[in-house]
């Protein structure tokens, strides 16, 4: 097969949300000499048309679920051959993300996170009922510069304000780009708990998340 051809199926099998395909396109690329570097470009541009195609309305929540987890199962074996090679992945950030302390929905906040790491983030999911303290100690552990929160309960969402606080108190504020979200959480809400940005959805995420590194 063609290098442009094979970077053609790549790129589809990510729109088409083909997890199996898309591993099967990895080992192969490995396999013929082309860089996992190159491999993971070819990826990410179908994972770019996942999300243009979920704005422009015409994918929906599981197309948006089945591409992110075929470039999860394709950027697994690329990281492992880049990490097997002494490589070093470029990376847009490191982003700490989690479900605020009480909190226990983890649906948004999965695609989020794996939106993010489809999209270039190095990505540290601690899950859900997350104390702000957790959120410190893993940022300072490995030197975030974004912290997502995510909140689906207005009983929980004044702990997303609670973690900025905790923030400005260990002086990190200025070092980390704070992102919120969740159905109860607005753009207008982030304002006023001092948030850099809000997502509506996870492509906004992602979108917010690049702009904030620029
Ligand atoms: Co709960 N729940 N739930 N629940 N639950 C809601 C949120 C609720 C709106 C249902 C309702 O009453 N209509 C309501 C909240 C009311 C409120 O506070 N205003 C509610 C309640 C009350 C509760 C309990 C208190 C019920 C009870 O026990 N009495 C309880 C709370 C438990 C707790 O957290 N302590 C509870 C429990 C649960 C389950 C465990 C049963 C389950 C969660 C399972 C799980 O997550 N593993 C559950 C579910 C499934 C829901 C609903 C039905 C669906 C939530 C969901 O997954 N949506 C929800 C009703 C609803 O939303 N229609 C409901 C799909 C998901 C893809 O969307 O999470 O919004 P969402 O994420 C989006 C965006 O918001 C955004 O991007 C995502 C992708 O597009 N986004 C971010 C999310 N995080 C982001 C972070 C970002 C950026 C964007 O940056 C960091």
């Known amino acids: 097969m063609e290098r442009k051809e094979m970077f053609e199926k790549m790129a589809q099998a990510i729109v088409e949300g083909k997890k199996e395909e898309a591993a099967k396109l990895a080992q192969e690329a490995i396999q013929s000499g082309i860089p996992p570097l190159e491999a993971m470009d070819a990826f990410t541009k179908g994972i770019q048309i996942v999300g243009e195609k979920y704005e422009k309305g015409e994918f929906f929540l599981p197309e948006l679920i089945m591409g992110g987890d075929a470039m999860k199962e394709a ?34 906040k999965t695609i989020v996170a794996s939106m993010l790491s489809a999209n270039g983030f190095e990505v540290f999911d601690l899950g859900t009922d997350v104390t702000a303290d957790a959120f410190i100690a893993k940022i300072k552990e490995v030197g975030a510069n974004i912290l997502g929160m995510s909140a689906l309960l207005t009983t929980t969402m004044s702990n997303q304000a609670k973690t900025i606080k905790a923030l400005s108190s260990e002086g990190l504020r200025d070092k980390v780009k704070v992102i919120v979200g969740g159905a109860p959480t607005s753009q207008s809400w982030a304002e006023e708990i001092g948030a850099d940005g809000h997502g509506e959805n996870a492509i906004e995420a992602v979108r917010v998340a690049k702009e904030l590194v620029k």
Do not use: A, P, Y
């Not at 990490?83 to 700490?96: A, H, N, P, Q, Y």
């Open 75 to 108: 950027l697994n074996i690329l990281e492992s051959e880049i990490k097997k090679r002494g490589e070093k992945r470029k990376t847009l950030g490191k982003v700490v993300i989690g479900t605020v302390e009480g909190d226990i929905h983890d649906i948004g």
